[in-house]
């Protein structure tokens, strides 16, 4: 009864929120980038709130009880690092342009109304998917916790996204974000130590942990390599897997719509760069606490199933009451804030960037409303998806990921960094690492296909995108005022380079030193001295 | 025990180097070299 009402408060003060912003939003800007006034905590917020969903709190906690806790932490680096690499090399460029959405800015990088339509066609199906993992993951824990049937429970986790995103558009995704995102983060801290704690502490989490007779290695970097609850066949397999997923998630924090749109948001560049330093620093200090803890849940149940409900589990059975409240409700916070930020893009994506391009298709009445209706209907489409949908949470959201990793990765680096990519080489590039993703991956996660190590999907893919780059690029020469565009991204505005401003950002990134030096002691007491204690290591 | 060590150094390493990049990459972009 007390995790209803948690849920239930929590529920009713993102609406509140929601409904509050919204009646401030009048224009298309207010609507889709916040009238571009965002400060570093909204943003940061938004960025984290929008990355982390159940696919981390469900999918990858249960990897870590499942026993690779120390792979994801392998894999987290690179993923991290794609923040500060990303707003660098990318978004900062992607804000100077002063578009509304991601797909607008391949358009007008490339002078193609098509191009912009296709990006918009990859947010759609793309992001729907995820969108469907997402909200299946909500409803599964809330109709588990308290005990309704899952088309009622999706029905509330719906009502509750959309009502706030429908309304309020992105100042009210912003703002609830990252009221999401302080409960998540301090629940799943809490939550983890406490679990750590309750363990015995660390030395003694890690030495039971090190015994664990049916899930043999789950302390070792690798994992488990052995055995009938194996899911990788060797270290060097494990290792392929980490940094191969850890590029594509570099790629999807640095590239994807859901992640470099909060930039169009940011009040300047200088709130974006700083903005993307403490996303990663959060990032990376989270899923240390998400992982150890993750595994330690083993020692109080070693045959939690789906092995995705086993922080639930811990919330519900081993926490205490308040703590467990929090968690389960930073759990759906986290979920309800991604379904937020991919409702908005995809009903963004289909009013601004695909049905204007459609048979010269004309809003009638006014902009915000028209937007707001195409939400709805967009919404109305993924709840219908996802009650005849299979669940599968984990699976959907790393297919999604790779479909954007491959199909806007290559085409976004390269519309900034290169003068030869053309119309038709985006075009090509864009569509060919989509499709590439879409079957390849696609056949692997849910056709049981089995390739080895060298013709992985996620290389296929970047590789299918270059070379419909370099196809397409071939055959013509890059368009003029398309140049001129992107000459005019590279030259930063003169408010930009304020004194203040650069210090500030300059003060950021080189405090950001001491604390990833702090973030690796951490590591260092909570893993390192524990295993290194152990009599054999395994 | 030398790959746990190395993953908890690599842990911080790799934003560390990140941050550096992002260091250099703002001043050479807004730094007072690039002033009218």
Known sequence: MIFLIGVAVSFVLYVAVGALVGRRVKTQSDYFVAGRRAPTVLVTGSLVASFLSTVAFMGEVGFAYDGYPILMLVLTPLNAAGYVLGVMLFGRFLRRSEVLTVPEFFGKRFRSPGLQALAGGTVVIGIGAYLIAVTQGASLLLSDLVGVPHWAALLVVWIAYTSFTFFSGSPGVLLTDTIMFFIFVLGGVAGMSYLLWRAGGPTTAVSKLADLGDKPGIVSWHGIVTGPNAQMGSPAEALVWAVTLGIVWMTIVAVSPWQTSRYLMARNEHVSIRSGVLAMAVVLLLYVFLMLGGASVNLFHTGISPSETAFIWAARHVLPTGLGVLVVTGILAAALSSASTFLSLIGFSVGHDILPHLRQWKPAGSTVAMSRLVMLITSLAVLMVTYVAPPAVLTIGYFAATLFAASWGPVAILSIYSVRITRRGAVGGMAAGFVTAFVLQGMVEFGGLSLPVWANPVILSFAASLFGIVAGSLSEQPDPQALSFRHALLRPPAQELEHVRVRTTLRFTAGAVPFFVGISLLLSALYFLPFASLPTHT | ?36
């Open chain 2, 1 to 36: 025990m030398a790959a746990a060590l190395a993953v908890v150094i690599y842990y911080g390493a790799v934003p560390l180097a990140v941050s550096v990049i992002a260091y250099v990459l703002v001043r050479r972009a807004y730094g007072r070299r690039r002033r009218p």
